[in-house]
């Protein structure tokens, strides 16, 4: 398992060559051209043992990390939160370049063929190893590529006021971008925008989601609104 890890990693710092601006750390395929912000695409790897059979599993994602937005979450919350976060299987139907992640998620077997003689099912999801750098760069391009179509990165400001991304999202799941700590998220970049009238109206039972709300973060938000307000009267940005 962990050679396979390693060559996996490997493979990846490989591919990223290809890709001007893109490097590859901490598993994550990373972009920081832009100062304020940093674009990933995450494959999602995960490590698995099927008897004497080693796999790897693609479930891809793609994040911003903005450094502001961070550092408020840190400050606030005691935690960080990307500015935007969206896995791969919540928007299929943009996934044009990786057609079978809109019916499964594959699995990488080393050795599929041996795998098999020695009485493993044949499933559709099921591809040997040689397949995975071929899907590595398919997930490396997809992710850019949504980059390219659902974000403004024209400037800070407006990449921050474009979102949560739009997009067409799996039928299974739904748009869930006001979600969880996706809506935390969104209440904290409304603030560094300057309206804080989404927070209270996204707190309030007035607004509706599809889940139960984080309420406890956005007890936190809401409490230092007063001094987010002061500072953004008197400086035109946030500061706690």
Known sequence: MVALKADVMALCKEIVKNFEGWEFLSEQFKNKSLK??????????VFDQWGDRNSVKVFPSIYLDNKKAKYLCKKILGRPIYASNILFVGMRG???MLP???VYTPLFFQDKAGFIREGGSDKPYWKDISELPDMIERVLRQGILF???HYDFSSEKNMLEALPAK?????????????HS???MLCIIRCMLGDF?????YRSAEYRTIYPKMTEDLDKIMAYLPQMEKSWLEKGYVSI
């Not at 304020?36 to 790897?45: A, M, Q």
């Not at 009238?197 to 109206?201: A, I, L, P």
Request: proline share 2%; glycine share 10%; hydrophobic share 30%.
């Open 167 to 179: 997009y067409k999202a799996s039928s299974s799941g739904g748009y869930q971008e006001y979600e």
């Open 94 to 96: 943009e996934l044009n």
């Open 197 to 201: 009238e989404f927070v209270r109206r």
């Open 147 to 149: 980059f390219e179509k």
């Open 100 to 102: 079978e992640f809109a």
């Open 36 to 45: 304020h912000t940093t674009l990933i695409v995450e494959p999602g790897f």
């Open 182 to 184: 996706r809506g935390v």
